[in-house]
């Protein structure tokens, strides 16, 4: 019996540099009218640009419902010229809830203190009417399951690649790694993420491939609009390598 074959790409973004982010010392969490700095915009914008360059085409578009990552999504969009009214809009996919610890200074020491039980626990730790991690990986791969199954079977019938971008947060993407890379849970943690990095995972009736973690190299390298005037001077008269 022959395997039917398939190609799903997913992308894990989260979202830029936000007021919350730019407040390190307070326990944000959820914080979901948390909106994006002046520097956050540019990051998004760097964002868009890459994928516009890289020509990466989106099938299926998720966000949380938190304004950082709707503001992030919408500036992506805007850049690649999409139409954000696609762009499918969950709670679900929201930030792990640090329930009475949002708004206290994670420096002071009995936070400090919790910090260091919650590294022991990691995936069933909860900070006083908060979640787990564990609690956020459920949720999330309830939304995102059901969508990653339909692109499955688009990616059979039309016989080509479906990708779907998520638009999230360091912890929800860090859940979601460790369920698709089937890694310890209690190193989830460990996986960094700097605003606006692109995770990209492959899935297809082989299994599951890592294709990169935490690149944030569009805040570090800007395409100049003069590189890509001369690449496209280069294609009209054929100098391009055919390497």
């Not at 089937?182 to 692109?198: C, E, G, K, P």
């Not at 005037?229 to 009209?236: G, L, Q, T, V």
Request: aromatic share 6%; net charge positive.
């Amino acid at each position: 019996m022959s395997v039917e074959t398939y190609r799903v790409c997913l992308y894990l973004i989260r979202h830029a540099q936000s007021e919350g982010n730019a407040a390190s010392n307070i326990i944000r969490g959820r914080d979901v009218s948390s909106q994006l700095t002046p520097l956050g915009f540019e990051q998004a914008t760097l964002l868009g640009k890459r994928f516009k360059f890289q020509n990466v085409k989106f099938n299926y578009m998720l966000c949380s419902s938190a304004v950082r990552t709707i503001q992030t999504a919408h500036t992506v969009l805007a850049v690649l010229n999409l139409n954000k009214s696609k762009l499918i809009v969950t709670p679900e996919l929201l930030e792990q809830s640090q329930g009475k610890w949002e708004g206290l200074d994670r420096k002071s020491p009995h936070i400090l203190e919790a910090i260091a039980e919650m590294k022991r626990q990691n995936i069933v730790f909860c900070a006083p009417e908060g979640e787990s991690l564990d609690m956020v990986q459920k949720r999330a791969i309830a939304a995102l399951e059901p969508y990653v199954e339909q692109a499955k079977q688009e990616s059979i019938v039309k016989n080509r690649k479906i990708t779907i971008v998520i638009f999230a947060h360091g912890g929800v993407i860090q859940s979601l790694l460790q369920y698709y890379l089937q890694s310890n849970m209690r190193d989830a943690w460990l996986i960094r993420q700097h605003n606006t990095a692109i995770n990209e995972i492959i899935l297809n009736e082989d299994g599951v491939s890592l294709v990169r973690v935490n690149d944030y190299g569009h805040l570090t390298f800007l395409i100049s609009e003069e590189t890509t005037h001369r690449d496209d001077n280069d294609k009209k008269n054929n100098r391009i390598s055919k390497d």
